[in-house]
């Protein structure tokens, strides 16, 4: 279960708990059990380091057979699940 924090919209209280995703909009605030927002955080500054986009295509890479997205899995060290 993932750790999410989240704000009352009644007293504004904040805090963090434990959720399923399914259930973090149901969480009710721990002082007053109004209801709560999931809030969006990063822990510090530095959650994303400078150029951490470098090694992403621009391009995308268009695969006509099973054999080539094999080879650029294998190339790219990445796996690919098929949708149908």
Known sequence: MPL???KC?????????LSKV???DSVPCK?????CDTLITTRGKDWFKEGW???FDVK???????S???????????YA????
């Open 4 to 6: 999410y924090d989240f």
């Open 81 to 84: 699940r098929c949708l149908d």
């Open 22 to 24: 399914e259930d973090k």
């Open 9 to 17: 919209r009644e007293c504004g209280h904040e805090f963090e708990e």
């Open 31 to 35: 002082e007053c059990s109004g209801k």
């Open 53 to 55: 986009w470098d090694d």
């Open 60 to 66: 995308p890479i268009y695969v006509s057979s099973k």
């Open 68 to 78: 080539q997205l094999r080879e650029l899995c294998k190339k790219y060290e990445v």
